[in-house]
């Protein structure tokens, strides 16, 4: 039974807490909050994907991507690796198709990425 909560909670990136507004988006196991409904329409997500949890469940959700996630955000170009809770600038399109190819980069909203100190540069 707990395998199937734990592939539903993971199937679906949208979630919020079932008392509060904010949704985020998980990518990488971490939460990324959507500031507000036109990023999250210009995201190209879907209202009815959003999937109500606790705020203890939504609380537990990490705010450090696992190593090896690629994110980039929105509106700029830079995408980055993670690596020990660090964004590591991936410099080339040969570094983002060694570490898994554009489809693997994720996209969260401008400021996003603020948060996590600078690693090393990736060629």
């Given at each position: 039974m707990r395998l199937q909560w734990f592939s539903r909670i993971t199937a679906c990136p949208l979630r919020k807490a079932a008392n509060n507004?904010?949704?985020?988006?998980v990518y990488g196991g971490a939460k990324?909050?959507?500031?507000?409904?036109?990023v999250f329409n210009s995201l190209g997500f879907k209202w009815n994907a959003?999937?109500?949890?606790?705020?203890?469940?939504?609380?537990a959700i990490p705010n450090?991507?696992?190593?090896?996630?690629?994110?980039?955000?929105?509106?700029?170009?830079?995408?980055y690796l993670m690596r020990a809770g660090a964004k590591?600038?991936?410099?080339?399109?040969d570094g983002v198709?060694?570490?898994?190819?554009?489809?693997?980069v994720k996209v969260v909203p401008d400021?996003?990425?603020a948060k996590f100190p600078p690693g090393s540069d990736i060629p």
């Open positions: 507004a904010t949704v985020y988006v990324f909050a959507i500031p507000n409904p036109t959003i999937q109500s949890y606790s705020a203890a469940v939504i609380a450090v991507p696992r190593d090896e996630t690629m994110l980039r955000e929105q509106h700029t170009a830079p995408v590591c600038h991936v410099l080339s399109s198709l060694k570490a898994g190819g554009w489809g693997m400021g996003s990425l």
